[in-house]
Every structure is written in C-alpha cells, then in structure tokens.
C-alpha cells in the first residue's frame, strides 16, 4: 500500500518507553511525522508608506485595504485582523475578524480524513484598518506545520497638509 502520511489520534498511541511508542494497526507503509504541539502566532508590525530612500512616512493617512501571506508546504493557518486595535469598547463591537485556510481542494486526490494537504500559494485576505490601530496575526494551532514566505499589503495614502 503506498500511503503517504495519517493523522493518529494521540489517545490511541502509548509510550513504551522513553523514545518507544506504539501505534494501532501497522503504518510501516506511511511516512511518520514526529513533534510537539506548540501555537505558533506572528504579530505584523506597523506598516508605513516609505520613501524612495526607505524612509517611513508618518504624516497623513494610510488605510491599509488587503494583506496576502504567500505560504510553503503549509497545510493550516488562521488570519485574525482587528482593524481598530486594542480599545476593549471597540472590540466588543468590531470583534476581529478570523479567516481559516485548509489547504483542501474539492474534488481533489488530498481531499482524504486524516491525511494534511501541504500546499504552495498565496492567501489574500482584508484589512480595512488604518495603519497605526490594524492588528493583524498568522496563527497556527494545530499539528500540521505553517511555512511563511513573504507578504505584501495594499493601502490607500492621503495627506491633507498644506504648505504656505
């Protein structure tokens, strides 16, 4: 049989000894993935509009519209954007928004129980906060493994000031 990895539930296996554990059924034909379970989350940091010289820009305002995390061999993740920040009243009535992505086509061979589909691609998702109050967070909770890239953002940039 050639399989290439299934998802044990960790009730089901036993420690035999220190670096020993045994598993139901026979799963010498599967790849074993082996690790401790741990939340992986990443905060980005305030984004700015730069100057040709990479020099932030602070004045005027900067709506940011959309962020995309392009991902590697990724098979789970969460996106959590609170658009307006911290303030407790605000997020009571703006709760952060939470975007799931599966990595699970319809239709497709991965599309299996128990079995992770690791996947290569890109993961666009809204904002719509100004860039000094947005909180956006990729978060992983589960056993599957979270390889990220790169991102990039999109933004609206307004600066209402004159000079005399």
Do not use: C
């Not at 392009?70 to 996106?79: L, P």
């Not at 299996?112 to 589909?117: D, G, M, Q, R, T």
């Amino acid at each position: 049989m050639n399989r290439r990895e299934t998802l044990i539930d960790p009730e089901t296996y036993q420690w035999v000894a220190a670096t020993v554990v045994s598993v139901p059924g026979d799963e010498r034909a599967a790849k074993v993935v082996i690790g401790e379970g741990y939340d992986f989350a990443f905060e980005f940091s305030t984004q700015y509009v730069r100057t040709q010289r990479g020099e932030a820009i602070t004045t005027g305002r900067t709506q940011l519209r959309t962020f995309t995390v392009n991902f590697t061999g990724t098979a789970y993740f969460k996106t959590e954007v609170s658009p307006h920040g911290f303030n407790p009243t605000v997020e009571e009535v703006l709760p952060a928004k939470l975007a799931e992505f599966t990595g699970k086509t319809l239709g497709s061979e991965s599309l299996k129980l128990n079995v992770p589909a690791y996947r290569t691609g890109s993961y666009r998702f809204q904002v719509y906060g100004q860039n000094t109050s947005a909180r956006i967070r990729i978060s992983n909770d589960t056993h599957v493994g979270s390889t990220f890239v790169s991102a990039e953002w999109e933004a609206q940039y307004h600066n209402r000031s004159r000079t005399s």
